[in-house]
């Protein structure tokens, strides 16, 4: 799948897709180039992603 992103971000994605897990970064642009990609990532920075994760731990 084409994101655009830089080969370091691919790669993070690449390897969240992997393993199956969610991506948690403090980079929005990377965030972003992971949701395009159908994978659940948090931006820790923003305010509204911070507690969507938080809720969802256990």
Known sequence: MLTGCRAVDAYYIATTRHVDAILITHDR???DNASKSGIEAYYL???KDYRTLINKLP
Do not use: Q
């Open 45 to 47: 920075l923003n305010n």
């Open 29 to 31: 642009t990377m965030r």
